[in-house]
C-alpha cells in the first residue's frame, strides 16, 4: 500500500501497519497514519531506505516504529520513536533465538521467523532453502 508523507514523498514499504487506517482519499489506496513500517534493505535501495526515505517518515505523526531487515546478513534494526523528545531509539537482533518485539503492536516476532530457509553459510547471495 502507498504511504504519504507530510513532505509530499509518496512511497511503497514492503510492509505497513496502522491501527486505524486513514487514507488521503475515498479510493482507499493511500495510507496517511501508519503505525509501524517495514522496509527489507537491498544493495540498490539501502541509502534510500536509511536517508531519504526515512526522513520523509519520521513526519509522519502517527509512525512509532521503523525496522530496517537486512537480506544479506542475519540483522534487523528497529527504530522506536520516544515521543516525549521526538527522537528515535535504536535496538538491533541478530542472533538466533533473538525476538524483535513490536511494543506498538504488543507482539513479539523471533528472528528465526524472519530469516526461515535463509542461508547464509555459503558467503555467496542468500537462497532461500
Not at 40 to 61: M, Q
Not at 62 to 78: A, C, G, K, P
Not at 86 to 106: I, M, Q
Request: charged letters at 25%; glycine letters at 6%; one cysteine or more.
Amino acid at each position: 500500500m502507498r504511504i504519504v508523507c507530510p513532505n509530499g514523498l509518496g512511497t511503497y514499504p514492503d510492509v505497513s501497519v496502522a491501527c486505524d487506517p486513514l487514507f488521503e482519499d475515498d479510493r482507499n489506496d493511500t495510507l496517511v497514519n501508519p503505525a509501524v513500517i517495514v522496509e527489507v534493505l537491498s544493495p540498490s535501495t539501502e541509502a534510500w531506505d536509511r536517508g531519504e526515505k526515512f526522513k520523509g517518515y519520521r513526519g509522519i505523526a502517527s509512525l512509532r516504529e521503523y525496522l530496517l531487515i537486512s537480506q544479506n546478513q542475519r540483522l534487523v534494526e528497529h527504530y522506536i520513536r520516544q515521543s516525549e523528545f521526538d527522537r528515535w531509539l535504536l535496538s538491533t537482533w541478530s542472533e538466533p533465538g533473538d525476538n524483535v518485539d513490536f511494543p506498538t503492536l504488543e507482539l513479539s516476532l523471533p528472528i528465526d521467523d524472519i530469516y526461515a530457509r535463509i542461508d547464509f553459510s555459503s558467503g555467496e547471495a542468500p537462497r532461500c532453502g
